[in-house]
């Protein structure tokens, strides 16, 4: 795959980021393919308009040389970023949809059945843990052995990893409550965590997240 500025970090999946005007720093945001399927995960354009379009002219041939439908997963409203726009670009192509967590269903204008954290598949294989009470799911994409994370698991330079603080989540959900959700990723064969905010995590990436969800449980 070629897009503009996205690194192969494990078969399958590829990362780029992107400047988010509102935070000011640069984001994460992901394409993945199981070998047939292609999603984007919390995708967001490159901020100088001549750049975003050299992307989307490079997603065009992507697309274009692909038998398949063209899929964008939201893991949390908040990462609606350019996904609404990538999705309707692709709309008439039979099978693209958009999907996101079913607290985002009205902000990110969902078609029905399209809740990842309700849906029984996903496109590419893609498997939805829900967290927050359904405001966000966290993303495994097997084919790559790779954790997913909007919001919920975030870098950092103190920790390579972490749950989000209380303050990033809605009112009553605890970082305890994140962690005993996500509980079920640590059975999972791991190589790799990205986060949408922050550096991927490939060395020890079972055990680095583990620990990150051991700490907000205790």
């Known amino acids: 795959m070629k897009l503009p500025g996205a690194d192969e970090l494990a ?3 590829w990362r780029w980021t992107a400047y988010h005007p509102e935070w000011k720093q640069d984001v994460a945001c992901v394409a993945y393919t199981n070998g047939t399927d292609l999603a984007l995960l919390d995708p967001m354009l490159p901020a100088e308009e001549v ?3 050299r992307f989307l002219r490079a997603l065009d041939r992507e697309v274009r040389d692909r038998t398949r439908p063209l899929h964008v997963l939201v ?3 908040w990462h609606k970023r350019h996904a609404s726009e990538i999705a309707k670009r692709y709309a008439t192509r039979p099978g693209s949809e958009l999907w996101g967590p079913s607290g985002g269903a009205i902000t990110l204008s969902l078609r029905e059945n ?28 097997p084919r790559a052995k790779t ?3 909007g ?9 390579p990893l972490r749950v989000c603080p209380p303050s990033w989540l809605p009112e009553g959900v605890a970082p305890s409550d994140v962690a ?4 079920p990723l640590t059975s999972l064969p791991v190589q790799l965590v990205v986060p ?3 550096n991927p995590v490939s060395e020890d990436a079972a055990g680095v997240l583990a620990t990150a969800l051991a700490d907000a449980a205790s």
């Open 114 to 141: 399209r809740a990842a954290d309700r849906a029984r598949r996903l496109p590419a294989g893609i498997v939805a843990f829900e967290t927050c009470g359904g405001e966000e799911v966290v993303l495994w994409l």
């Open 75 to 77: 893991t949390i409203r």
């Open 147 to 149: 954790v997913f994370a």
């Open 51 to 53: 750049d975003a379009r």
């Open 180 to 183: 005993r959700s996500l509980q």
């Open 11 to 13: 078969p399958g999946l």
């Open 151 to 159: 919001d919920a698991l975030l870098g950092g330079k103190r920790k």
């Open 196 to 198: 949408a905010h922050g």
